[in-house]
């Protein structure tokens, strides 16, 4: 489906939690930097827009890429959008006056519903390339910092439940699947 909006790309489905085994083992490294590669991320960001998500991780739509997309407001409310192929995280020391952490609501769109608090570091960065290989850095605070925790973690085949007690992911998704309970666990 082509939106008209921000992004020039086409809507693909979001993958649900343990409806595609994609979502839970890590992503495999892009090595092909074609055209293919730069439609990839034009549907990235169109399907993020389409499921008012702030951040996706190729893997979200069935792909198995090393690749997010992210399109979030940092701590200053200064909306981060980008993109990183083959990303690399690295956990940053807070400047003065910074929290090292902050524990806040997350979701996700694989997940679709329910939040839950979790604590993730306040600054973060990203490195990796574009779509023609090239060097790409994104640093980040506050939410825009969550996100591309989460997008890498995504990545790496963990999606935000799965780093909470299995008592309250299960009643997470247990919520995400509504009545008819269609979200395997």
């Known amino acids: 489906m082509r939106l008209p909006g921000r992004y020039d790309g086409v809507a693909r489905p979001i993958v ?9 083992r890590s992503c495999a490294p892009v090595t092909e930097f ?21 951040g996706l991780a190729a893997n979200q739509i069935g792909v ?34 910074e929290p090292a952490e902050e ?12 939040y839950a608090e979790l604590p993730r570091a306040f600054r973060a960065r990203v490195d990796g390339v574009d779509v023609h290989g090239g060097p790409v ?3 980040a605070t506050g939410m825009a910092a969550r996100c591309l925790q989460h997008e890498v ?21 247990a919520e995400a699947a509504g009545p008819g309970g269609d979200l395997p666990a």
Not at 16 to 24: D, E, I, K, Q, R
Not at 66 to 71: E, L, M, P, S, T
């Open 103 to 114: 524990v806040t609501e997350e979701g996700c769109l694989s997940v679709p519903g329910p």
């Open 16 to 24: 649900t939690y343990g409806s595609n085994p994609v979502l839970h």
């Open 137 to 139: 850095r994104i640093e």
């Open 153 to 173: 973690d995504h990545l790496n085949g963990t999606v935000y439940v799965d780093l909470l007690p299995e008592e309250h992911r299960e009643r997470l998704l």
């Open 34 to 54: 074609d055209r293919e590669l730069r439609h990839l991320v034009l549907d990235m960001f169109a399907s993020m827009e389409a499921a008012d998500g702030v």
């Open 64 to 97: 198995d890429a090393r690749i997010f997309v992210i399109d979030c407001p940092d701590a200053e409310g200064e909306d981060v959008v980008g993109y990183v192929v083959n990303p690399t995280l690295t956990i940053l020391d807070p400047a003065d006056g």
